[in-house]
């Protein structure tokens, strides 16, 4: 099982917020926001060790509550997990429809690593951040036109060679 959580929003002022302080024992994946050009925002935690990933979690569009039909615009790590999620959904769903496809012949034993944290992490960070490209301030940015530019077929490919160096 993959659990996202929220990093936090005190920036240097405190630590990583529960329950995403769980990475550190291997549980879950910690989601930090940036603007919508990547760049990591200035509330996120200061972060130890691991992957440092992060999608769009300012100026994201929302509903008032007490306002009918009216888009305010909200900002925070809390905003930026569920796109997280959307994007890991999109792998999965992607991988679960992919034995239409021509799979090697390792592939059903292969995807279930990408229903691990070590699994979905690796894949994030390969097929939905811009390749060959540095990453932003130590962030990955994760969006899902990186990975849908991706040809169908190359996807299976890449997603289970990321699969495949994961430990047994």
């Known amino acids: 099982m993959v659990v996202f959580a929220a990093a936090g929003n005190e920036g240097g002022n405190e630590g990583v917020f529960w329950p995403a302080k769980l990475y550190e024992t291997g549980d879950v994946i910690r989601v930090n926001a940036s603007d919508s050009y990547g760049n990591p925002s200035g509330f996120n935690p200061t972060m130890g060790s691991?992957?440092?990933i992060c999608t769009l979690g300012e100026a994201v569009p929302s509903c008032d509550k007490d306002a009918q039909k009216q888009t305010i615009h909200r900002s925070g790590t809390s905003f930026a997990t569920p796109i997280a999620v959307a994007i890991a959904a999109i792998l999965l769903g992607f991988m679960d429809n992919a034995d239409a496809l021509a799979?090697?012949?390792?592939f059903e034993a292969r995807k279930r690593g990408l229903r691990t944290r070590f699994g979905m992490e690796k894949v994030l960070c390969k097929t939905c951040v811009l390749q060959g490209e540095e990453k932003r301030a130590g962030f990955s940015y994760i969006t899902p036109w990186f990975?849908?530019?991706i040809?169908?077929?190359?996807?299976?490919g890449i997603i289970t060679n990321e699969l495949r160096s994961m430990p047994e």
């Open 50 to 52: 691991g992957h440092r």
């Open 147 to 149: 990975f849908l530019e």
């Open 151 to 156: 040809e169908e077929q190359s996807r299976v």
């Open 103 to 106: 799979v090697p012949e390792d």
